[in-house]
């Protein structure tokens, strides 16, 4: 059992920066590829970001690349999205979730997968 906790959301304008991180405890997030997804009012749940277990490997959705980077510090369990360059349109609920994917290097851009989701955090992105 993985417990995920996202923290770093907030209010900024548009252009402005923001850091997410999420947090896991319970067992070691080294296990685990990572990913990022979001959900604005009235749409599904969107990829947005994914690393992989060792970390070599990054992935991002087209709408956040060049802005977004996503990273991992395996010894502090922790898993971080910076977001730089902010839209409106980037405004949603972001989720970090753990996929007990077996490939050290690989990483999956469907929500389906993902094992283990965080309650969230908000970001808005005013104009």
């Known amino acids: 059992q993985v417990q995920l906790v996202e923290s770093g959301g907030g209010l900024v304008q548009a252009g402005g920066s923001l850091r997410l991180s999420c947090a896991a405890s319970g067992r070691t997030l080294s296990r685990y590829a990572m990913g990022w997804f979001r959900q604005a009012p009235g749409k599904e749940r969107e990829f947005v970001s994914a690393i992989s277990r060792s970390g070599d490997s990054t992935y991002y959705a087209d709408s956040v690349k060049g802005r977004f980077t996503i990273s991992r510090d395996n010894a502090k369990n922790t898993v971080y999205l910076q977001m730089n360059s902010l839209k409106p349109e980037d405004t949603a609920v972001y989720y970090c979730?753990?996929?007990?994917?077996?490939?050290?290097?690989?990483?999956?851009?469907?929500?389906?997968?993902?094992?283990?989701w965080g309650q969230g955090t908000q970001v808005t992105v005013s104009s």
């Open positions: 979730a753990a996929d007990l994917l077996q490939s050290s290097s690989g990483v999956r851009t469907l929500p389906g997968p993902y094992d283990y």
